[in-house]
């Protein structure tokens, strides 16, 4: 479920024009909607695209405030009391596969996935299931993993990301904190 102005809503639900509720920037439009199914197979023989696994609650009281399933780069808000991680000033972005500890945050089995990603103007963090989480930030090497149709539907929206790099025209809503 995410937080838009009309209350939290599925995610499947959402489409372009949408207003996200977001922690620093009020009500942002959802500019581009991309999806990415990993079937078994696929998860075969690339089992670090399978989903991580974050219980009710793993983040904090009703953070988030169901089970949710999402890929193992999506990042949330933490700050430094919610994790074994260095975290530099109040609050980071962590990916969710750093937050693995085999009993509230773990791998899920399954057969497949879907991944839904949303894209505002700029990198922003939302609110997803009661949890803060981040908006889609498409840096250099997320843009080199898109397929063509992906990348070309982002370029079309932002031409600047080509020419100026995403990783200018997409700064971190948030300092990004990788394992050490």
Same mark, same amino acid.
């Given at each position: 479920?995410?937080?838009?102005?009309?209350?939290?809503?599925?995610?499947?639900?959402?489409?372009?024009?949408?207003?996200?509720?977001?922690?620093?920037?009020?009500?942002?439009?959802?500019?581009?909607?991309?999806?990415?199914?990993?079937?078994? /197979?696929? =998860?075969?023989?690339?089992?670090?695209?399978?989903?991580?696994? $974050?219980?009710? #609650? *793993?983040?904090? &009281?009703?953070?988030?405030?169901?089970?949710?399933?999402?890929?193992?780069?999506?990042?949330?808000?933490?700050?430094?009391?919610?994790?074994?991680?260095?975290?530099?000033?109040?609050?980071?972005?962590?990916?969710?596969?750093?937050?693995?500890?085999?009993?509230?945050?773990?791998?899920?089995?399954?057969?497949?996935? /879907?991944? =839904?990603?949303?894209?505002?103007?700029?990198?922003?963090?939302? $609110?997803?299931? #009661? *949890?803060?989480? &981040?908006?889609?930030?498409?840096?250099?090497?997320?843009?080199?993993?898109?397929?063509?149709?992906?990348?070309?539907?982002?370029?079309?929206?932002?031409?600047?990301?080509?020419?100026?790099?995403?990783?200018?025209?997409?700064?971190?809503?948030?300092?990004?904190?990788?394992?050490?």
């Amino acid at each position: 479920m995410i937080g838009t102005e009309r209350g939290e809503v599925p995610v499947e639900t959402l489409r372009r024009g949408d207003r996200l509720v977001t922690r620093d920037n009020g009500l942002q439009r959802v500019h581009w909607i991309g999806r990415r199914d990993v079937d078994y /197979s696929e =998860l075969l023989v690339e089992p670090s695209l399978a989903p991580i696994l $974050l219980r009710a #609650g *793993a983040l904090g &009281e009703g953070r988030p405030y169901r089970d949710i399933l999402v890929s193992p780069s999506h990042r949330f808000l933490i700050a430094p009391e919610q994790s074994f991680l260095t975290i530099e000033g109040d609050e980071a972005l962590v990916a969710a596969r750093h937050l693995i500890d085999g009993r509230t945050v773990r791998r899920a089995k399954t057969l497949g996935v /879907s991944y =839904l990603h949303l894209l505002c103007a700029s990198h922003e963090v939302i $609110l997803a299931d #009661g *949890a803060w989480t &981040e908006s889609f930030h498409p840096d250099d090497r997320i843009m080199r993993g898109l397929g063509n149709s992906q990348r070309r539907e982002i370029l079309e929206l932002f031409p600047e990301v080509e020419t100026m790099g995403a990783a200018v025209r997409f700064k971190p809503a948030r300092d990004i904190v990788e394992r050490q």
